[in-house]
Each structure stands twice: as C-alpha cells, then as structure tokens.
C-alpha cells in the first residue's frame, strides 16, 4: 500500500491485532508513519515493528484495559477493531456463544471507548474508529453458505448492528469535545474460504470479487488523518456494493 495518508506523529491503538484485518491493519498505519500500539489476548504480537509496542489485553475486561491504558498512556486514535463471529446455525445456538458475542463485540467497545476516550476529554482531541460489519446492515443470506460451515450467526449480525449504534451514539456524546467517531463495515475479507460460497458470494457484489484487507484498511487511514478532520457518526460500508442486490 503506498503512503496516502501523513500518519506522522499519531499514536494509534489496535485492538485484536493478531487476527487477519488486526494485521493489515497495522502494516498499513505504520506505512503511513503511525506510532502503532498493537493489543490481543495472545502474550506476543504476530506482527513485529521498530514503530510498532505490543501489550496483552483483554477487552472484556475493565481491569486489563485499565492495566495496559496505564502503560500506554494517551492515544491519538483508538481502533475498535476486535471482534469475535460465531458461525454455528441458530437452531444450535447456545447461551455462552451469545454471551461471547456480546462481551467481545459490544461490552469490549464501550469499555475501551471509556477508558481511552479519558486522555482525550482532557485534551479535546481524539478520534476512535470502530470496525462494523456489513451484517450489521444487512441480514446474511444463508442460502450462500452451503456447506461451508461458515454460517453468518444472528448474534454476530446483532451485535454489529450495536456497534453501528454506538458509533453514533457516542460521535453525538463526544462531539463537543473534538473527537470524532466512525465506523466502517468490511464486506465479506478474502481468507481462502470455500470456492462454492466465494462463488455464491462474488455473484451478489456488484464489483465482482471479495474485499481485500487494503480495501478495508485504506479507509482506516483516511478517517485516522487530518484529512478526515470534519467526518464524525458515520458508517462507512466499505462491500464491493453488496449491500445493494439485497
């Protein structure tokens, strides 16, 4: 990805590092000249960087947000970015994967929007950029699945939407306060899925192909720069226009 975006002296926060977009993610901030702080569940990152510290952390809890907030001290930009999906069917759905769904996805984001959000009330500047789903949008279509046990839960999709939620929520809560808050919505990321869904998937998107990490994390650069100085409460869908033969 080529430097679009002057990341120079921001100190951006990651949440869920280690997973695929986690990992994109941080390669292309610290193209563009980002002080990255990469956090996970897992004691060591999977992406190593003179630019780049990495803490353990877990979202679900309050007590470790606030333990590695201390050694992290203030941010510049907080990216929302773990996330957890459950793709049994919902006839099988069970209480702890419901309750998962909700600490990870939601409880996760409120409590580290909180926490991070301090330093930046007291400076009046901050931006806090939230990763949604095109499920939150939309309702799956299970009839693109098959067999390829990778069905798009209720929960997952629920929860998404929350976060969609929140984002608007709290860009109206802390707008007096100069910081900006926005989500963006990947459509379905290339992982090397089965080539029946990839099939039946690219057959609902308009631009013919699965999104690509860049694509996702392009538009994180942007809302992250000075560049994006005016844009707050929004979901941007970043889906190749899936969303549109729904």
Do not use: W
């Not at 907030?69 to 419901?98: H, M, S, Y």
């Not at 009046?124 to 939150?136: L, Q």
């Amino acid at each position: 990805m080529s430097n679009l975006y002057d990341l120079k002296n921001k100190k951006i926060l990651i949440t869920g590092a280690n997973g695929q977009l986690g990992k994109a993610l941080a390669v292309a901030l610290l193209k563009n000249g980002a002080t990255v702080i990469a956090t996970d569940l897992q004691a060591e990152s999977e992406t190593t960087h003179p630019q780049m510290t990495y803490f353990q952390m877990d979202i679900t809890s309050k007590q470790s947000i606030e333990a590695a907030a201390k050694k992290i001290g203030e941010v510049d930009v907080l990216i929302n970015n773990a996330g957890i999906g459950i793709f049994t069917p919902f006839e099988q759905r069970t209480e702890p994967e419901i309750d998962q769904a909700m600490d990870v996805n939601l409880k996760g984001t409120i409590l580290c929007t909180k926490i991070f959000s301090q330093k930046m009330l007291e400076r009046e500047k901050g931006k806090i950029i939230n990763i949604g789903s095109i499920y939150g949008v939309v309702a799956a279509d299970k009839k693109i699945y098959g067999d390829s046990g990778r069905n798009s839960s209720e929960i997952y999709g629920a929860t998404k939407a929350g976060v969609i939620h929140l984002t608007k929520y709290f860009a109206a809560y802390l707008g007096e306060y100069n910081i900006q808050v926005n989500a963006v919505s990947p459509g379905g990321i290339f992982n090397e899925q089965k080539p029946e869904f990839v099939d039946n998937y690219i057959r609902k998107t308009p631009l013919g192909r699965m999104a690509e990490t860049s694509d996702v994390s392009g538009v994180i650069c942007f809302l992250a720069s000075d560049d994006a100085g005016y844009i707050t409460g929004q979901n941007i869908t970043v889906d190749g226009g899936f969303n549109l033969n729904q």
